[in-house]
């Protein structure tokens, strides 16, 4: 039989994701301060972005500050975009989901309004 209730099925792609995390200490050859990149994969959402002005590039992230700019690369296109954070995710979002964008960065991208998966990465002063 298959399986009509949309939530069975964003459940099941949250199950399959298999997020991960990589940090890096960067240290310049230049005597320039060291700074930790950090490297994430899993999946991706759009948010309900009604609070914030239309046309801008804009995420929530788990744990980034607000502020940070992070570099999203979709992964069936490789077409890549840069977001700035302008909140947290909640704590109960699922494990696999890193980041949820604005809508007008997933039109921008042509994303679905399915998760999908992505590679995110941005710097932060050691």
């Known amino acids: 039989p298959a399986i009509t209730d949309s939530s069975i099925l964003q459940n099941d792609i949250f199950r399959q994701a298999n997020p991960a995390k990589r940090v890096q200490?960067?240290?310049?050859?230049?005597?320039?301060?060291p700074f930790?990149?950090?490297?994430?994969?899993?999946?991706?959402m759009r948010v309900e972005d009604t609070?914030?002005?239309?046309g801008?590039?804009?995420?929530?992230?788990?744990?980034?500050?607000i502020g940070?700019?992070?570099?999203?690369t979709d992964n069936e296109t490789s077409k890549s975009i840069y977001l700035k954070v302008m909140g947290n995710m909640s704590i109960s979002e699922?494990?696999?989901l890193v980041l949820?964008?604005?809508?007008?960065?997933?039109?921008?991208?042509g994303l679905p309004d399915k998760p999908f998966t992505v590679e995110i990465s941005y710097?932060?002063?050691?």
């Open 56 to 65: 801008h590039y804009y995420c929530l992230h788990k744990t980034a500050p």
């Open 36 to 44: 930790m990149q950090i490297i994430e994969t899993g999946l991706a």
């Open 25 to 33: 200490t960067i240290r310049p050859k230049d005597g320039g301060k």
């Open 123 to 126: 710097a932060l002063l050691d």
């Open 68 to 72: 940070t700019i992070i570099k999203l």
């Open 100 to 109: 949820r964008i604005s809508s007008f960065a997933a039109n921008k991208l």
């Open 94 to 96: 699922p494990s696999s």
């Open 51 to 54: 609070q914030w002005a239309q």
